[in-house]
Structure formats: structure tokens, C-alpha cells
């Protein structure tokens, strides 16, 4: 017989072995403290912690804004071309000691425009990463450009005609920061823009939000995915829809709980998302604030909910087909997954 301990450390290691894709990623989430005390240092900026520790003991969070206060003054420590790659580069190892193989990551343009740094120096610091990222580790990965919809939908517009001379760096945009009060709607022109640029859509709803801010992003914006949208459960038509149409959620278990969109991970509402036939995914959000990259949250679902192996490999399977990638890329991508699970 197995120990129980025997059977948690050989799904550790499954989880471990298993091809990951991640498709919720904001890259100013992945800075951890100790490198934003080193850039901050190389900048001749002040930090408002005394030291590391302090830093991470300030990450207690009660609800989204509490974390945005922090997140945007974190990316204050950001400015040179330099500083993007670094922290860029920093999420892509990462990425490798985890065995994802693919990844789709989420800049802020107006966290660093709004203070004077262009557009062009963070495009160029973490596309510079990306490429070696690809060559030096073999991981794939592309961009999506979020706008702030805590800021007013004409400053989105502006934006997104800004990253147009950078087009060839992203591949679609999404909208993030406070949800509550900020419903996509307000920006269903910038959206149809981006889109008749040939732009993928995504956009987070249902995170704090009520489902109906999911219906107003499938139906104003016409998004793709959904980022988060834990909430849809609220609405069994919307959830059928969901399903049906196969539009997947890119779920952040750990987020949820340090954000309190759930009291612990034992209430989140994963299991019932699964057993609904979801598209769902498994993402780590701002995995320096969150205390989890991609593997600590396979982690604490299977560990709160005792998923199986068949669960875990649908996971990174769903996350494989919900990717924006050719579909070359996609067959290899699920190979890769595949030839884990038989060998195991
Ligand atoms: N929700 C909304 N905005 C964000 C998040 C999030 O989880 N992370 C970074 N910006
Ligand atoms: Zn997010």
C-alpha cells in the first residue's frame, strides 16, 4: 500500500513533469522582491519597504484594489529597456524549472506610459527576452496588450493606436485592473478596432465582477477567452453558453484566494467549473504577489480537491487547445503533453 505522503509527492512529481501552457500572466506580477530592490538600486529609486521580507509581508491582500495599489508601484522600479528584459527573462526561467512549454503574457502599456517610459522601451526589453526565450529554453510565447478600464476608454483608444507601430510584437488585447464598476462595455470601440486590425480578443470578467459583465465581454467586446470568470456559476445560461461555445477560462486558483474572491482554496468553485464540461485552464496571474507560479497552483487544486491524474493532464489539455497558436504548434503542444501522461 501507498502512504498517503508516497501518493502527494508522486503527483507533485507528475504535476512537476507535466508540459504546461499558461495563458494568464501579467508580467509586472511575475517581479519578485528581490528584483525589485535590485532594479530600484540601479535606478536611484526609493521603495516603501526597508527589505525583502517586509516587502512580502505587505502582500496581504483584501480584495483587487488592495493588489493593484501594490502591483502598480512595483512597476514603478521599471524604466529601462534593460529592466523589461530582466524581469521578462526572470519569468521565462521560471517557466523552464517548471517544464512550461508555452506561454501567452499580459504587459500594462499605461502602468509605464503613464510615467514617462515609452512604449517602445517595454516592448523592446521583453520581446528581446521572448526571443531568447525561445531560442536558448524552447519556449514559445506572444504578447497581449491590456488596457486599464480604471482609465477611460479614449486613453485605451490612444494607446492601442500608439502599439500600432509595434504591431508585429503582440498578438491580440485584453483588459485588466478594477473590474467592479468598470464594465467592458465602455470599451467596445477600441475593441472592434483592435479586432478589425486582426487583433485576439480576451478581457478579465467575472474575477470580482457579477456574470453579466462575462456576457457584456462575449457580447460587446467579442473576446475569445475569458480571463478569471470563477463567477459565470452565477448564471446557469451563461455557464451552458460557455460550454457550448467552448470559450475557455484562464482560472487562477491562488490569485482567487490571496484576492478573497474565495475565503479558501477548499470553497473555490474549480470542481464545479470541470464538472460543467469547461474549458478551463490553470494560471498563476502576478505569481510574485500571489506566492505560486503555474506549478504551486496545479498544486493546491489537486491537493484541495484530490484531482487525479486524468483531471491534472485535461487541465494542461485545455489549455493546449485554448491557446493562440497554429495549429501546428497546438499538435505539437499536445504531443508533448501526451507523451508525459502515457509514461507515466
Ligand atoms: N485582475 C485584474 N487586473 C489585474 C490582475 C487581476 O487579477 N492582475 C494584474 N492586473
Ligand atoms: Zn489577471
Redesign the pocket.
Known amino acids: 500500500m501507498i502512504s498517503e505522503s508516497r501518493a502527494g509527492s508522486d503527483m507533485q512529481a507528475f504535476i512537476h513533469a507535466l508540459p504546461k501552457v499558461e495563458l494568464h500572466l ?1 508580467i ?2 511575475a517581479l519578485e522582491p528581490e528584483l525589485m530592490f535590485r532594479l530600484a538600486r540601479r535606478n536611484g529609486l526609493d521603495l516603501p519597504y526597508e527589505s525583502i521580507e517586509q516587502a512580502r509581508a505587505a502582500y496581504d491582500f483584501q480584495d ?1 484594489q488592495s ?2 495599489d501594490l ?1 502598480y508601484q512595483g512597476a514603478r522600479v521599471l524604466v529601462q529597456e534593460q529592466d523589461f528584459h530582466d524581469l521578462a527573462w526572470a519569468y521565462l526561467e521560471r517557466c523552464a524549472a517548471q517544464n512550461v512549454i508555452h506561454t501567452e503574457i ?1 504587459f ?1 502599456p499605461q502602468a509605464h506610459t503613464g510615467r514617462g517610459v515609452d512604449l517602445d522601451v517595454v516592448l523592446s526589453g521583453i520581446t528581446r527576452a521572448l526571443a531568447e526565450g525561445e531560442r536558448r529554453l524552447g519556449i514559445s510565447s506572444a504578447l497581449i496588450l ?1 488596457f486599464l478600464r480604471h482609465l477611460p476608454p479614449q486613453e485605451a483608444m490612444e494607446t492601442f493606436e500608439q502599439a500600432l507601430d509595434f504591431r508585429k510584437y503582440f498578438i491580440g488585447v485584453g483588459l ?4 467592479q464598476g468598470n464594465p467592458p462595455a465602455g470599451f467596445r470601440d477600441v475593441f472592434a478596432r483592435a479586432r478589425s486590425e486582426g487583433m485576439r480578443l480576451v478581457a ?1 470578467a467575472g ?2 465582477g457579477p456574470a453579466a459583465y462575462i456576457w457584456s465581454a462575449l457580447r460587446d467586446l467579442r473576446v475569445e477567452r475569458i ?2 470568470g470563477v463567477r459565470c456559476t452565477e448564471d446557469p445560461e451563461l455557464v451552458a453558453h460557455l460550454r457550448d461555445a467552448r470559450i475557455p477560462l484562464t482560472v ?1 486558483p491562488l ?1 482567487n484566494v490571496r ?1 478573497k474572491v474565495f475565503d479558501a482554496m477548499s470553497g473555490h468553485n474549480l470542481p464545479r467549473l470541470m464538472e460543467a464540461g469547461l474549458v478551463v485552464t490553470i494560471n498563476s ?2 505569481p510574485a504577489y500571489f506566492g505560486g507560479y503555474i506549478e504551486e497552483n496545479y498544486h493546491a487544486v489537486q491537493q484541495a480537491f484530490d484531482l487525479g491524474r486524468d483531471e491534472l493532464a485535461q487541465l494542461a489539455r485545455n489549455a493546449a487547445e485554448a491557446a493562440f497558436v497554429s495549429s501546428n504548434r497546438r499538435r505539437y503542444l499536445l504531443e508533448r503533453i501526451n507523451e508525459v501522461v502515457d509514461s507515466r
Open positions: 501579467h509586472e506580477g483587487l493588489f493593484l502591483y499580459f500594462d491590456c485588466d485592473s478594477a473590474e478579465h474575477e470580482e480571463d478569471h487562477c490569485s484576492l496571474d502576478d
